[in-house]
T-cell receptor, first 115, second 113 residues
Framework: AQSVTQPDIHITVSEGASLELRCNYS??????LFWYVQSPGQGLQLLLK??????LVQGIKGFEAEFKRSQSSFNLRKPSVHWSDAAEYFC?????????????FGAGTRLAVHP | NAGVTQTPKFQVLKTGQSMTLQCAQD?????MYWYRQDPGMGLRLIYY???????DKGEVPNGYNVSRLNKREFSLRLESAAPSQTSVYFC????????????FGSGTRLTVV
């Protein structure tokens, strides 16, 4: 079955430090991958997506992610974290079942940023 | 503003009570989805509707029913609420022409006591 694993439940970084959030997927075909961010009490905002082509994708708010097929990974990175980046981050993969398109999420990584 | 609107934003129910969560989108999207979010479990798909008139079960459908009233509206009903259904519920929609373009509502926080 298709799945998404985010190995880190909580991560704490200092403001200005670099960030990498890990995501591994399990899917037989070429995956369509997403990263979403959720601020406390808010809905989900799309950070970036990968469908094909260049394996390094740029998103909003200075985030980028790299698709590595050999490692089944789609890790999210940011070179310098801001206090406003504190939020929960979700990796997701689109699956196709019975002709229908569904979005499957990982469990999320909660990011805390120290001043 | 175009998007997905969920009502209510907050709700407290007693065990055994029923209620319907409403979701409407104004983007002319064909597909709509209901997810629940629980700590440490991410978002799990409850039901989805690929198009008007069709609905199908997701990962965790037990205890829920849905209605795709028209192209705009997709409601989620709890017939007899249980404490295990305490969660944050998100509705989402997606247009045709590709796998991208999921838009999420702001969520309904439901507590069952």
């Amino acid at each position: 079955a298709q799945s998404v694993t985010q190995p880190d439940i909580h991560i704490t970084v200092s403001e200005g430090a670099s960030l990498e959030l890990r995501c591994n997927y399990s899917y037989g075909a070429t995956p369509y991958l997403f990263w979403y961010v959720q601020s406390p009490g808010q809905g989900l905002q799309l950070l970036l997506k990968y469908f094909s082509g260049d394996t390094l994708v740029q998103g909003i708010k200075g985030f980028e992610a790299e698709f590595k097929r050999s490692q089944s990974s789609f890790n999210l990175r940011k070179p310098s974290v801001h206090w406003s980046d504190a939020a929960e981050y979700f990796c997701a993969v689109v699956t196709f079942s019975g002709g229908y398109n569904k979005l499957i999420f990982g469990a999320g990584t909660r990011l805390a940023v120290h001043p | 503003n175009a998007g997905v609107t969920q009502t209510p934003k907050f709700q407290v129910l007693k065990t055994g009570q029923s209620m319907t969560l409403q979701c409407a989108q104004d983007m002319n999207h064909n597909s709509m989805y209901w997810y629940r979010q629980d700590p440490g479990m991410g978002l799990r798909l409850i039901y989805y509707s690929a198009s008007e008139g069709t609905t199908d079960k997701g990962e965790v459908p037990n205890g829920y029913n849905v209605s795709r009233l028209n192209k705009r509206e997709f409601s989620l009903r709890l017939e007899s609420a249980a404490p295990s259904q305490t969660s944050v519920y998100f509705c989402a929609s997606r247009g045709t022409g590709g796998v991208y373009g999921y838009t999420f509502g702001s969520g309904t926080r439901l507590t069952v006591v």
